[in-house]
């Protein structure tokens, strides 16, 4: 009984350590390929790179600690059409709140430049497909597989969509606060994210597989990119 008490503390404490190196992986990652004096190819290979070794962090935890075996489930009609509702509610918001008056308030010249440095210009909707169909399936995977799915093991399921929404976010203020360095914006766009995050969340928990959270991120995404494509080229 000793024993397995212990072993069953060490797990507790082995799980909370790798959540709060995850809750903070990205935000790490973020401050370097944002805003180290680097040139445009530099910076490139920094965040690709950073991509790579934060997100395989759950993939060497759960093969190599929890030695568990790597699959994915098929995706169920009606789950995936649930994350297809939500994603065009989230989407339709999205672009509403961007055309009501958030387009008047960036300063689009310096958001060209930015978007310069990873090609995001010379090659939109090529950026604009990884961001939406490689980011977004990445992002639901280490945020609502991984974190989410851990934390609800250590706590309430409520509680871990809060805390997990939380992470989530904190790497978002980095990145957002480069191309949009206004407090109101700022508070306006990581609110969106928590709200997103907890949405993408609840859906992984209520449906029970990631394509439901993924779906709704991909729309959710492609209004973000519709908003930056009409900032950058104007329709």
């Known amino acids: 009984m000793v024993a397995e008490a212990s072993n069953t503390s060490a797990e507790h404490r082995g799980a909370w350590l790798i959540l709060t190196v995850a ?51 098929r995706p169920r009609g009606l789950s ?6 939500w994603g065009v509610l989230i989407a339709a918001v999205l672009l509403a709140v961007y055309f009501a008056g958030v387009a008047d308030a960036i300063n689009a ?15 939109f909707f090529l950026l604009a497909a990884f961001i939406c169909i490689v980011n977004s399936g990445l992002e639901e995977y280490y945020w ?27 790497h978002h203020i980095v990145i957002l606060w480069a191309y949009f ?15 997103g995050g907890c949405v993408w969340a609840w859906l992984l928990h209520r449906e029970g597989t990631i394509f439901a959270p993924w779906v709704s991120h991909v729309l959710a995404d492609v209004a973000i990119m519709v908003a930056g494509y009409d900032l950058i080229f104007g329709f």
């Open 109 to 123: 010249d310096a958001l060209v430049e930015k978007v310069r440095a990873y090609g995001g210009v010379n090659h």
């Open 23 to 73: 809750m903070v992986g990205h935000a790490v990652a973020a401050l370097l390929y944002t805003f180290l004096p680097v040139g445009d190819s530099v910076r490139g290979a920094i965040y690709f790179g950073s991509k790579l070794v934060v997100n395989a962090l759950p993939v060497v935890w759960f093969v190599g600690v929890e030695r568990g075996r790597l699959r994915v489930a």
């Open 144 to 170: 609502r597989w991984f974190v989410f799915g851990r934390m609800r093991r250590l706590m309430d399921w409520r509680a871990a969509v809060v805390v997990s929404s939380i992470g989530f976010t904190l």
């Open 80 to 85: 995936v059409f649930i994350g297809f509702s």
């Open 181 to 195: 360095p206004t407090v109101g914006l700022g508070i306006l766009f990581n609110a969106g994210v928590f709200v």
